[in-house]
C-alpha cells in the first residue's frame, strides 16, 4: 500500500514538494484521535526571493508574541 500525503505549510499554505527542507512543531493541544500527536509543517528553505523561510517568519513572530511585542 503506498500513502501519499501531500503536507501544506502552515504559514503559507503552499504544498511541501518532495525533496524540499521542512521543520516539523509539535503541537501540544487535545487531538481528536487518543495519544496521536499533531504537527504543524514549515519551509524551511528560502523560495520566491523571500528573505526569511516561512519556519524563520513563523518563529520570530511566536517570540515576539512571547515577549510582549506590540508593533
Known amino acids: 500500500m503506498i500513502y501519499n500525503h501531500q503536507s501544506k505549510c ?3 499554505g503552499s504544498p511541501i514538494e518532495p525533496g524540499q ?6 503541537v501540544y493541544e487535545p487531538v481528536p484521535i487518543p ?3 499533531n504537527y504543524r509543517r ?3 528553505e528560502l523560495f520566491n526571493g523571500r528573505e ?9 513572530g511566536t517570540e515576539l508574541r512571547r515577549i510582549g511585542y506590540a508593533a
Open 10 to 12: 502552515a504559514h503559507c
Open 21 to 26: 527542507k521542512w521543520v516539523r512543531e509539535k
Open 35 to 37: 495519544n496521536a500527536p
Open 42 to 44: 514549515y519551509h524551511a
Open 52 to 60: 526569511l523561510s516561512c519556519w524563520e517568519k513563523h518563529w520570530m
